[in-house]
């Protein structure tokens, strides 16, 4: 088929390399600009422009689908279909009407759970038990269109949103070609009213860690935001992100400090530190951490 590509982040692009690999022509790949990044700020590509143009691709990034200039431009690729995964930008419905055979998304959740920006963050800060891959026909709403295809994964016990992320991202690649492969086989299923939640954008307010709450749900902040933009605390005035972690049996006051291999207490249970990371440093596991940091037993984060 011709495809128009349209996303940015490192999650798209084993998508975009697996349309190559089936053999699709790529009409053009949309991406968001390139922008400040790093110590000297000068403007990176996405993930997605940067393969893309190693890949020989035409790249494309304009900041706005709404002018008519930006849909004319995008209607005269003359594609068969769009394949939409984390591009950022709303698609007007000029834009979702150009393609002979609509525009599809992959999105990281089992729809109607989970629509929204941040659907795997979410879904192990609740502490689901499973989530998964859906091939979505798209429309105006907020990922509310028909499903094409969907597959579930099991969430792992002590499962990054990182992990979780790299599963996902291959599922969808691998998705999104049986479908593109079976489209007229296909029948679109709409979603059902029941069981609609949203995906909120994470907050960087949420990620300080709030150790007055129980351990079980300290663990699933921690692993759910790592490693962006990592759950963390602060200790002597510097702020330390946690990224990995696991469920421990002690107990205390909330945020003691109960051993020396960094088991804290919560509001119930504990929780032991396994990754951390201080300002401007890389992350270390909490053996390696301790040796320099020495925090010790007693210790209260607030």
């Known amino acids: 088929m011709r495809v128009i590509f ?41 993930p997605v422009q940067a393969r893309a143009e190693a890949l020989g691709l035409e790249v494309r990034h304009p900041v706005s689908l709404k002018t008519d200039e930006a849909q004319k431009d995008f209607a005269a690729l003359q594609a068969d279909v769009a394949v939409v995964v984390a591009y950022g930008l709303i698609l007007p419905q000029a ?50 269109g028909p499903v094409l295809l969907r597959e579930a994964v099991d969430i792992g016990a002590q499962e990054t949103t990182a992990q979780l992320h790299d599963r996902l991202s291959a ?22 009213d029941a069981g609609v939640t949203y995906a909120a954008k994470i907050d960087k307010a949420e990620a300080r860690i709030d150790w007055t709450r129980p351990a079980a749900e300290v663990d699933r902040s921690i692993r759910g935001l790592s490693p962006v933009p990592g759950a963390w605390f602060e200790h002597e005035g510097q702020r330390i992100k946690v990224l990995g972690c696991t469920l421990a049996s002690g107990s205390g ?15 119930e249970g504990a929780v032991r530190l396994t990754r951390l990371q201080r300002a401007g440093k890389g992350a270390q596991d909490a053996q390696a951490f301790q040796r320099g940091a020495q925090i010790a037993t007693g210790t209260v984060f607030i």
């Open 253 to 267: 006051a909330p945020g003691a400090v109960l051993s020396a291999d960094l088991e804290i207490a919560c509001g």
């Open 171 to 192: 599922l969808g690649a691998r998705l999104i070609t049986q479908a593109l492969d079976t489209l007229d086989d296909l029948t679109p299923q709409p979603q059902p």
């Open 6 to 46: 349209m996303g940015t982040p490192e999650f798209s692009v084993p998508v975009l390399e697996a349309l190559v690999d089936a053999g699709h022509e790529i009409a053009a790949v949309y991406s968001q600009p390139p922008r400040p990044a790093g110590r000297g700020k000068k403007d990176k590509p996405s």
């Open 95 to 144: 834009i979702l009407d150009a393609p002979a055979r609509g525009c599809l998304n992959i999105h990281a959740s089992l729809l109607p759970r989970w629509r929204g920006a941040a659907p795997i963050h979410r879904a192990i800060m609740a502490g689901d038990a499973r989530t998964g891959v859906c091939i979505m026909q798209m429309e105006a709403g907020l990922d509310t």
